[in-house]
């Protein structure tokens, strides 16, 4: 099989692509941000601060990404939010037998991931739910 390369194509009126990331060292945060910075595009950064907020502290950098989108809807960018949904992977998660999925996958998804997604949405944000393609495959 050949491997294709493809190019990130934008429409003439995006004229400066900008990455919003919540700066996770793994996953989705860090996959974004590696693609974004390779196209040689901007990424901002806006790390959880755990110091501060303890283990609220994705919750409030969730809100604060949020309202920063805002401010760039109301400056007259274009906002989109991708919530990549992924199974919460807690061990001792309290919400460990609430269920969000389809019949066939138990589980429910990542904490911080549904709450920004929420958070978005109750913003006004167009939001796309982006799924692992193993749970894609299981309903
Ligand atoms: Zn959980």
């Not at 060292?25 to 110091?51: I, K, S, T, Y």
Request: one cysteine or more; a neutral charge.
């Amino acid at each position: 099989m050949q491997h294709q390369q493809k190019q990130l194509h934008w429409p003439e009126t995006v004229t400066r692509p900008l990455l919003v990331s919540g700066h996770c060292p793994d996953g989705a945060d860090a996959m974004a941000e590696r693609l974004w910075r390779g196209a040689g595009f901007e990424v901002r950064e806006m790390a959880a601060d755990w110091g501060t907020h303890g283990l609220k502290a994705g919750f409030v950098r969730n809100a604060q990404m949020v309202e920063f989108a805002v401010s760039l809807c109301q400056q007259g960018s274009r906002v989109l939010c991708a919530a990549f949904l992924d199974l919460c992977r807690k061990w001792d998660c309290r919400m460990s037998q609430r269920q969000q999925l389809a019949p066939r996958v138990t589980g429910h998804f990542s904490h911080g991931a549904v709450d920004c997604r929420a958070e978005a949405l109750s913003a006004g944000i167009e939001t796309v739910d982006v799924f692992p393609s193993r749970l894609a495959l299981a309903t």
